[in-house]
């Protein structure tokens, strides 16, 4: 599966999962989502330019929080589903390197982070978790995923 047809794949599932959600509320986290949650947690096994227990750095690109999610803040449970993505984050070997602010200069992204895995293996492990968690139904993210360049 080329890399362009995984991309028309999460766009459309993002169209799909998120057409509830037009608040352009601040995100509750900034952890890995949406297009890495359909690579990364699926059997796909990259064969191009991914050597397996290669350190996985993951873009996380933050729209804002579903419908949901404005109701999980509402609730007072936001910050315990943010400890428990953490927690999995960190159990899988994952580390964030930044987290960033940019609603003062983007409408369009509310935030953004960048995460390092130390492997395929260990994010596809995360992932499993998060999705387990159903966390894709709070918040609206986008996600790009690299290696070092060498």
């Not at 580390?95 to 960033?100: E, L, P, W, Y």
């Not at 369009?108 to 492990?125: D, T």
Request: proline share 4%.
């Amino acid at each position: 599966m080329s890399c362009q047809r995984i991309l028309e794949i999460d766009n459309e599932v993002s169209r799909r999962e998120n057409t509830d959600n037009q608040f352009g509320l601040p995100p509750a986290s900034r952890i890995v989502p949406f297009a890495a949650r359909d690579v990364a947690a699926s059997s796909y096994a990259p064969t191009r330019g991914v050597t397996l227990g290669k350190p996985v750095y993951v873009l996380v690109l933050s729209q804002g929080l579903t419908e949901a999610g404005s109701q999980l803040i509402q609730q007072g449970q936001a910050q315990e589903a943010i400890k428990k993505a953490y927690a999995s984050r960190d159990q899988a070997g994952g580390k964030a390197i930044i987290d960033c602010d940019s609603r003062w200069s983007s409408q369009q992204w509310m935030g953004f982070s960048v995460e390092e895995y130390p492997s395929v293996e260990a994010l596809q492990e995360h992932m499993k978790r998060l999705k387990e968690m159903n966390w894709w139904r709070y918040v609206e993210n986008t996600t790009i995923l690299g290696t070092a360049q060498e």
